[in-house]
């Protein structure tokens, strides 16, 4: 047996394990099991409408940004 | 007549009271008022209507109409206290929603406040009810937000989360993540040692021992440095003040063992150490880690309490009544208190009398009658009467914010006795790592040999540190808290055993302690027969304990009663109640009630009595008491024997406190106690040098509570009472707290034990390390076995007798 079965065997499970690890690490850093109640019980509720209503709010974000950028731009000192 | 559901909050109410409505599809609807049916409407015009369907068979409050104090959430003061600016000009405020009861209620909450326009992020969280909301000013207002969740049948309030909550969040984030990483790490190293061991005793080339050791450091370094972060910070603190703690042994064990195990990789001899490098890690992190959780949960409560306390108060100045923010009362500002309302600031009653619930004061259940001229305190509720009173203190030095603020300060300032454990292994460690240099030095002085001398030197680190000591104190704590938890009763912490163990001095609470904390009765006369069902469909109506007691008593006796629809019913306070059936008149309180209707009663007797008349003819008396929980007497007998000081604290009048003292065989007694007063009993007692627990059940407990050594909750308690407390007994039996007391006494000798076995292991095994014999076999084997020998003798408590 060659070493460098091994070696791969070994280093693709610890990287797949490490993918794991790092979506994990991203969920915690972003909040996402803050509320355990709702990581079990918001999941009945996920559907198309849910998903709608996300991009609803991204919609709302996008606008506001726009309109201040707009207010920026004709933005005049009173004189 | 039929019971029918009310379509959108589920409760079921007569058939004959309800508003019914034909809907289109040929069905009916019915709602119990006309709140619910606003809502019901709301929704589904809206498009909101699966709501229903996600909400099931779970009833909610019917939506009542809210007072008018909208105008409050817009003003400047409240905007500077709450509400928080984003750089981009958007603003954020945290908010308690009130009236949750179900996942579907956070779900339509967070669906009402997305489709509102202006509200850019609305997340509520599931388990506490808090809400967070983003939302553009130049959109909307907070008011609306605020008449937004109103208008579906919930109540909002804001809370400051600045200070605790957002520290709490944080560091239970890092710890998260840290634990993450390190259970990672040891799982895969875990799997990696198993073919590490099994070459070990069946033989293995040293090129395949390369690779395992090259993945099994790459897999550790991380656990080392991320995870365990946080024991070499501790172990800085420690040497910055001068005191070797746990963390320097974790930290320099751990530490060591990892760079001798880099040593024996780079030089191909010797075995790594870096499973044991992880395990350590990761095993005292999880303890930690449940240590920040338990801190957390404290100051949701808090917050609650805080929130729910009315800002406003309705103040009287020449003959206009008008709203006033709680900061800006002065002292002889008259106030206007109406039914149900909270008291905010102490004062003197002036105009009016009225029953006040002070059970979250003193902890008795029974109102308070109160005159002209008596002392009225915050955190006390107004309960049948509109009346007037002059504020004598300002909202910040009154009581209930005081008993918070102390609150607040005690969660975060527990006084916790040091640790057996922690103190054997500080020193323990301080020995080693002298024990380390020295050998190191002799060595590398006598052999003159520099490699050599490193690896023996590091080798007594190695074999000292980590398994059977490590172990001696968790294994023994574990087996201690599950054998508890048999028993019903719940420790939060493994440390807490062992402080309990030390513990010499014990504090009851009288009320809902000792004994139930309910009126029951305990005699009943009849003077002629009658329905009992009238008396029942009477004391229905009430919510009084005595009444209370009285419809369990009932209850008791005769499995169902069919309700009976009663007119006229009215209280009156301090007296009792009475109403019409029919033409029967029915009239049921204490004697002042009868005396005012004509009828002599001149019994005398230290219960509290309860008549029931019918037509102006009394039938039945009733003897109330609040009566002593079973067992306890011999409880406190045989915590006594154990040779610890058993006192009493309560809120409640030196006469009934000695009463129920004498039958349960307390001596020390003291009544008439407020809630910082317990506390500070406690912490003279503390200063006296015992190591005190506290039991007790209620808001008026909870400072002392928290600034007890041990704090010990039943579990029907008030939330802060459990939140603060280190011990919940969930069968609320005194004979607990005496099984508490036994199985930390046991656990705390097993820990003895296996502390001086492991010191006797290193004693043995150390010179030998020192003397250079250890061979990477006997390392291995007396590693196990002593770890073996802990694990057995901490299993022998759960031969503790029952």
Redesign the interface.
């Known amino acids: 047996m060659s070493?460098n079965i091994?070696?791969v065997m070994?280093g693709i499970s610890?990287l797949l394990?490490?993918t794991g690890?790092a979506a994990?690490?991203w969920g915690?850093?972003t909040?996402q099991?803050?509320?355990?109640?709702?990581f079990i019980?918001?999941a009945?509720?996920d559907n198309e409408e849910e998903l709608r209503?996300a991009a609803?709010?991204e919609e709302?974000?996008k606008a506001?940004?726009q309109k201040?950028q707009d207010k920026k731009k004709n933005y005049m000192p009173a004189d | 007549m039929a019971q029918i559901a009310c379509t959108h909050c589920n409760l079921k109410f007569d058939e004959s009271v309800m508003i019914t409505e034909e809907a289109p599809h040929g069905e009916t609807h019915y709602f119990c008022c006309k709140g619910c049916q606003g809502v019901y409407h709301l929704l589904e015009s809206e498009g909101l209507g699966t709501f229903y369907d996600k909400l099931g068979d779970t009833t909610l409050q019917p939506a009542t109409p809210h007072s008018d104090d909208l105008e409050k959430f817009d003003l400047e003061g409240f905007k500077n206290k709450y509400i928080k600016i984003h750089d981009d000009g958007l603003y954020e405020i945290n908010l308690i929603i009130e009236g949750i009861h179900c996942s579907a209620c956070v779900w339509l909450n967070e669906k009402v406040l997305h489709k509102t326009e202006g509200v850019i992020e609305a997340s509520i969280n599931y388990s506490t009810n808090k809400a967070k909301v983003v939302w553009d000013p130049e959109e909307i207002a907070l008011s609306k937000i605020i008449e937004t969740i109103r208008s579906i049948g919930y109540n909002a309030y804001p809370y400051d989360p600045a200070l605790q909550e957002e520290r709490a969040v944080k560091t239970r984030k890092e710890y998260y993540s840290r634990i993450l990483v390190a259970i990672f790490g040891s799982m895969n190293i875990m799997w990696i040692a198993i073919a590490h061991y099994a070459g070990y005793f069946g033989g293995m080339e040293q090129r395949f021992k390369n690779i395992l050791n090259v993945a099994e450091f790459i897999l550790a370094t991380p656990v080392l440095f991320y995870s365990g972060w946080v024991f070499f910070r501790g172990a800085y603190y420690g040497y910055k003040n001068k005191i070797v703690n746990m963390d320097t042994l974790v930290a320099s064990g751990a530490l060591s063992a990892y760079l001798y195990s880099i040593y024996a990789m780079l030089t191909q001899q010797g075995e790594v150490y870096f499973d044991s490098v992880t395990m350590i890690i990761t095993f005292v992190l999880v303890g930690k880690y449940l240590e920040v959780l338990s801190k957390k949960h404290a100051v949701d409560t808090l917050d609650a309490i805080m929130g729910s306390t009315p800002t406003e108060v309705t103040v009287v100045k020449d003959k206009t009544k008008a709203l006033v923010s709680v900061e800006n009362v002065q002292l002889g500002d008259i106030i206007e208190l109406k039914p149900g309302e909270k008291v905010v600031i102490d004062g003197l009653l002036t105009h009016g009398e009225g029953s006040f619930d002070e059970s979250s004061l003193t902890g008795e259940s029974e109102p308070v009658l109160k005159h002209p001229g008596d002392t009225i305190l915050s955190g006390s509720i107004c309960l049948d009467s509109v009346v007037r009173y002059e504020a004598t203190k300002e909202a910040s030095d009154s009581l209930l914010h005081t008993i918070v603020n102390l609150l607040e300060e005690s969660i975060t300032k527990k006084p916790r006795i040091e640790q057996l454990a922690d103190r054997v292994s500080g020193y323990f460690s301080t020995v080693i790592l002298l024990i380390a240099l020295l050998t190191f030095g002799g060595w590398w002085l006598f052999s003159s040999s520099f490699e050599q001398a490193l690896i023996i030197g590091i080798s007594v680190i190695v074999i000292a540190c980590p398994c059977a000591l490590g172990l001696a104190t968790p294994m023994a704590t574990l087996v201690g808290i599950s054998v508890a938890a048999k028993h019903n009763i719940l420790f939060k912490e493994a440390g807490f055993l062992e402080t309990m163990a030390k513990s010499d001095f014990l504090a009851l609470d009288k009320t809902g302690t000792i004994t139930e904390g309910r009126p029951s009765v305990v005699h009943e006369e009849t003077y002629k027969t009658y329905d009992k069902h009238l008396l029942y469909a009477l004391v229905s109506t009430s919510t009084h304990p005595v009444a209370e007691g009285i419809r369990r008593y009932l209850e008791k006796e005769e499995a169902s009663f069919t309700p009976l629809t009663l007119e006229k019913i009215k209280t009156i306070q301090a007296k009792g109640i009475e109403a019409q059936y029919g033409d029967t008149h029915l009239a049921g309180g204490n004697a002042l009630m009868m005396e005012a209707m004509g009828i002599s009663c001149d019994d005398s007797t230290e219960h509290t009595l309860f008549y029931f008349a019918i037509d102006g003819r009394k039938v039945a008396r009733f003897e109330l008491s609040d009566t002593i929980r079973e067992g306890a007497k011999e409880a406190i007998a045989q915590i006594r024997q154990m040779g610890v000081r058993v006192v009493m604290l309560t809120g409640d009048h030196e006469t009934s406190a000695n009463r129920v003292a004498q039958a349960v065989g307390i001596d020390e007694v003291n009544a008439h106690l407020l809630p910082q007063d317990k506390a500070r009993f406690i912490e003279e007692a503390q200063e006296a040098g015992h190591i005190t627990v506290m039991a007790g059940d209620g808001i008026n407990d909870a400072v002392a509570l928290a600034q007890s050594n041990i704090a010990i909750a039943m579990g029907s308690g008030a939330d802060v009472a459990i939140s603060v407390s280190d011990v919940v007994l969930m069968d609320e039996q005194p004979q607990s707290i005496y099984d508490a007391y036994r199985i930390s006494k046991r656990t705390y000798r097993a820990v003895k034990e296996n502390l001086s076995f492991s010191l006797l292991y290193n004693t043995v095994a150390v010179p030998l390390a020192m003397a250079g014999f250890v061979t990477p076999l006997v390392a291995a084997l007396s590693m196990s076995l002593s770890s073996l020998i802990v694990v057995g003798n901490s299993m022998r408590i759960r031969m503790l007798k029952k």
């Open positions: 070493e091994i070696i070994i610890t394990g490490a690890l994990l690490l915690v850093k909040g099991f803050d509320d355990k109640s709702k019980d918001a009945r509720f209503d609803m709010m709302k974000k506001r940004k201040q």
